[in-house]
């Protein structure tokens, strides 16, 4: 007996045309995006939208001379950002006039707002352009190393999180009062593992100014940019090494053990979280805390996951888990770590579990805290 149509079509290979045609316009669409993304990126990396957010408008040839960009890429650069409603035009007769609206002018170029999102571009364009190099390693087991990935992604990180860290970090501690009392305590010295630019252990500085702090990461161009972000901050300092070597660096022997430690967004880039965890267990005071802030991603896998699900896979794919897979041996954890995978990375290295805190809306983000 022949099958009927319809199996016989989806054996061949062949969809329901309103399935098709709806699927052929998402992948469209995500093309589109990504495209526009890039010009984003232009935009950024120019600096044209910090010129647009004064909020004047202005014509090709004014905006032109204010950025000096050529004139011709001037006016196509304004006439896709405007056909992509970033910006308006207004068309006088004589000439058109564009300007950014204020709400996107904070979106795209106040590097102090929390909705600041124009850095992610920026992460976009690091991943596209090793491309090559992430093909051969999704072939053969190999990785891209965050220093492969070079500014445009060490920047995007450093920007997209700085306003977080800057105006919520120090409340969002200070609602948790087993954290807060630690960390308000005479004298305290703490610890910021995978600190990047930096701007979490400055953070961290100015919420509790009696405290010391240490910001370690083993990127040297970060801790060249977070030096030049903490100068003038006696309380603060960078190391270069691996969380692994973290009692050393902070001279536990010799000055006491810590009294926290944490690893903001990092810990599923290391290659031996559980070593980094171990260290710190070691370096932190037994009624010290240890703070963990990682994606808010699913409690477990599914396939109509969620847009946070979403773009941490993305992130993974392109960015974090090439980053950590470049290191022999790493446990290529990626970025989407689920509660579970960090409990059992706690647990292996002598914490008793972890617990959610109750810090809500700080961004895509968790906080836990390890358990001794």
């Known amino acids: 007996m022949s099958a009927a149509p319809d199996e016989a079509a989806a054996a061949a290979g062949v969809g329901d045309a309103a399935e098709v045609d709806a699927f052929a316009a998402r992948i469209f669409q995500q093309v589109l995006d990504g495209m526009e993304a890039l010009a984003v990126y232009v935009g950024d990396r120019l600096g044209l939208y910090r010129v647009l957010a004064s909020g004047d408008a202005l014509s090709i040839d004014e905006f032109a001379r204010r950025t000096g960009m050529h004139p011709r890429y001037a006016r196509e650069w304004l006439e896709q950002q405007a056909v992509s409603g970033i910006l308006t035009a207004q068309d006088d007769g004589d000439v058109v006039r564009f300007r950014l609206p204020g709400a996107h002018a904070e979106v795209l170029a106040d590097e102090r707002s929390l909705a600041?999102?124009?850095?992610?571009?920026?992460?976009?364009?690091?991943?596209?352009?090793?491309?090559?190099?992430?093909?051969?390693?999704?072939?053969?087991?190999?990785?891209?190393?965050?220093?492969?990935?070079?500014?445009?992604?060490?920047?995007?990180?450093?920007?997209?999180?700085?306003?977080?860290?800057?105006?919520?970090?120090?409340?969002?501690?200070?609602?948790?009062?087993?954290?807060?009392?630690?960390?308000?305590?005479?004298?305290?010295?703490?610890?910021?593992?995978?600190c990047g630019h930096g701007w979490s252990t400055i953070a961290l500085a100015r919420a509790y100014p009696g405290a010391e702090v240490l910001g370690v990461d083993v990127d040297a161009p970060s801790l060249q940019a977070a030096r030049l972000h903490a100068a003038g901050m006696p309380a603060v300092s960078f190391r270069l090494a691996a969380g692994e070597d973290l009692a050393d660096l902070a001279g536990t022997r010799q000055n006491g053990r810590l009294d926290a430690a944490f690893i903001f967004e990092a810990l599923h880039d290391m290659p031996d979280p559980v070593g980094v965890l171990r260290a710190i267990r070691d370096a932190v005071k037994d009624d010290g805390v240890v703070v963990v802030m990682d994606e808010a991603v699913a409690d477990r896998f599914a396939p109509d996951g969620d847009e946070i699900d979403r773009i941490m896979y993305a992130y993974s794919l392109f960015i974090c888990l090439p980053d950590s897979m470049s290191t022999p041996e790493s446990v290529a954890t990626g970025t989407v770590m689920r509660p579970a995978t960090l409990d059992a990375y706690a647990r292996a290295a002598g914490f008793s579990g972890t617990e959610v805190l109750p810090i809500d809306g700080f961004a895509a983000f968790r906080f836990y805290r390890l358990l001794v």
């Open 116 to 194: 600041y999102t124009s850095p992610a571009a920026r992460m976009l364009v690091a991943a596209a352009s090793r491309l090559p190099e992430l093909l051969e390693a999704y072939r053969g087991g190999g990785g891209v190393s965050w220093e492969q990935f070079g500014a445009d992604a060490r920047d995007a990180q450093g920007d997209m999180n700085r306003p977080w860290f800057e105006r919520a970090l120090g409340a969002a501690l200070a609602g948790v009062p087993a954290v807060h009392e630690v960390l308000s305590r005479a004298g305290a010295r703490l610890a910021d593992v995978g």
